[in-house]
Every structure is written in structure tokens, then in C-alpha cells.
């Protein structure tokens, strides 16, 4: 079992930044895959942001060039650093880490970008 635990959420205005976090309880360094999603009102979840181990990322087109997931497996944190925030990125955002092929889900942190 792993608890993931997502923090750094918060209210921004429109071209602004905030960093999210990721503390999961064990060790990443064994996890398949990492990743971001998020889940705004009335909308299906959506992945935006994927780290696999050998640190290849990959991102949704409407966060490219805007958004940076990273991780540091000394303090088996993720991260999603987020710049030039739009009001169409305001959702829950969620952490996502895949290990012995179960996948493992935070609870949650909100983000509202304010036009």
C-alpha cells in the first residue's frame, strides 16, 4: 500500500506559477510510471503530465511549454511546476504513481486560476 499525499495547491491569478508536490510513503524509485491528472467541474479526468523511471516525460498539448513534472527520489517527491497558469487550468489536480502494476491515487489538491 502507498499513500500518496499532494499539496501546493491554491488560488492564482491568470499568468502566475505554483508548484505542486507529491509525498508518497514509499519509495518511488521502483514505481513503473508517475503522473499528473486533473479533474475540472463537469469534465472527465484528464492525464497532464507522465515521468517514467528512466525519466522521459511526456504532457497534454495544452500544458506543453507551460508545465514541468520532475522527481526526487531521495525524498520520493513528485512535482508539477506550473507557469503561465490559464483560467482553463483550474481543477483538482491529482498524483498518480503505478507500482507492482497497482495504480495509486492522492487525494486531491485544488487549483483556481483566476481570470
Known amino acids: 500500500q502507498v499513500q500518496l499525499v499532494e499539496s501546493g495547491g491554491g488560488l492564482v491569478q491568470g499568468g502566475g506559477s505554483l508548484r505542486l508536490s507529491c509525498a508518497a510513503s514509499?519509495?518511488?524509485?521502483?514505481?513503473?510510471?508517475m503522473g499528473w491528472y486533473r479533474e475540472a467541474p463537469g469534465k472527465a479526468r484528464e492525464l497532464v503530465a507522465v515521468i517514467i523511471p528512466s525519466g522521459h516525460t511526456n504532457y497534454t498539448d495544452s500544458v506543453k511549454g507551460r508545465f514541468t513534472i520532475s522527481r526526487d527520489d531521495v525524498k520520493n517527491t513528485l512535482y508539477l511546476q506550473m507557469n503561465s497558469l490559464k483560467p482553463e487550468d483550474t481543477a483538482v489536480y491529482y498524483c498518480?504513481?503505478?507500482?507492482?502494476?497497482?495504480?495509486?491515487w492522492g487525494q486531491g489538491t485544488q487549483v483556481t486560476v483566476s481570470s
Open positions: 514509499k519509495s518511488i524509485g521502483s514505481a513503473k510510471g
Open positions: 498518480m504513481m503505478v507500482n507492482n502494476d497497482h495504480a495509486y
